[in-house]
């Protein structure tokens, strides 16, 4: 009898401690389990952290670049015949910059110098000063010339003199002297731009609903005028139980990117207050089928006018004035 109870007992004794053994041994099982369920994510965090991070110390380098917006120190509509430009007082145009008194003149006409019939739209010439170009001018790393100009807003004629540059620029039916100067105060005083803190919370999926055929918005300026841009479709997400839209455009023929100019309720206090920009990548499924769309508001960066008085920038349509709070991206610049 007293055999059996022991046999009982240390039967018992062993199958508790089985069962010790098994609990003891589950525990790091499903330890593992769950650092394996988390090991991507949080490597694609990282990532996504380290991708975040290089992309804003490259918009940084941009922007404080010797050919970034910090050098633009003027923006001149010129008129009709000759506009005279360089650092002396009595120029049409003054470059208030370390440059030579007379470096050229900028003819604005009806037809080209050489006598041939009228082009459609008005031309564009450069004609030397008395006494000819400044030594070391140039017009696209080549020596000055005379001779018409390239006006193309992607890729104008340069007018170089050492770190000074000057490109003429479309506006409507009118055009303007843009001015750079790569040893300008506000290029020199850079000390950073300024973010909010990376959060995952604001890299979001958006459902595209393309436009079949893209549609024109008409996008304000800080000019008063309009560009008429084609908004290939919608982008909607949600953001804190809110549904939002955000109608992109497109800024070039290629269509690589969309561009989406907006405004969101910390215009009010943090953030730039006319607008800031987003480009992102395409829709999963293209631009004329459904499909998603990733919104990486992390990325908002602002326009060029948060960084001098001599930039015209695109404001935001209607629909991208959001009433939420996008606290991501790019704050305001302090000058």
Request: proline share 8%; charged share 20%; with cysteine.
């Amino acid at each position: 009898m007293m055999k059996s109870r022991r046999a009982d007992i240390f039967a018992f004794a062993l199958v508790l401690f089985s069962a010790g053994l098994w609990g003891m041994g589950a525990a790091p099982a499903r330890a593992q389990e769950a650092a394996a369920a988390t090991a991507p994510a949080n490597a694609d965090d990282a990532a996504w952290r380290q991708q975040l991070a290089a992309w804003r110390a490259q918009r940084a380098s941009e922007v404080s670049s010797a050919d970034g917006w910090l050098t633009l120190v003027g923006l001149e509509w010129l008129k009709p015949g000759f506009n005279s430009f360089g650092a002396a007082k009595d120029n049409q145009i003054q470059v208030r910059a370390q440059a030579p008194d007379h470096i050229g003149l900028l003819t604005v006409s009806g037809s080209s110098r050489s006598g041939k019939p009228a082009q459609a739209g008005p031309i564009l010439q450069l004609l030397a000063p008395a006494g000819g170009f400044p030594p070391e001018l140039t017009i696209d790393g080549a020596p000055a010339r005379e001779g018409q100009l390239t006006v193309n807003n992607a890729k104008p004629s340069i007018i170089a003199w050492r770190g000074v540059t000057l490109a003429v620029l479309a506006r409507g039916d009118r055009f303007t002297l843009r001015i750079k100067d790569a040893d300008a105060p506000t290029r020199a005083g850079f000390h950073g731009l300024n973010w909010y803190a990376p959060d995952p919370r604001f890299r979001l999926t958006a459902r595209w609903i393309p436009f079949n055929p893209p549609r024109i918005e008409k996008i304000p300026t800080g000019l008063g005028s309009t560009l008429d841009l084609p908004t290939p479709g919608i982008a909607e997400f949600t953001l804190d139980g809110q549904t939002l839209r955000l109608a992109p455009v497109m800024e070039d023929r290629e269509g690589k990117t969309l561009f989406f100019i907006l405004r969101d309720a910390t215009s009010q206090s943090t953030t730039y207050s006319a607008a800031r920009f987003l480009h992102t990548g395409l829709p999963d499924h293209g631009l004329d089928q459904p499909g998603t769309l990733t919104l990486d508001f992390n990325r908002l960066e602002n326009p060029a006018c948060a960084y001098t008085l001599y930039a015209t920038c695109p404001l935001p349509p209607e629909l991208n004035r959001l009433p939420a709070a996008l606290e991501a991206g790019e704050q305001r610049y302090a000058h």
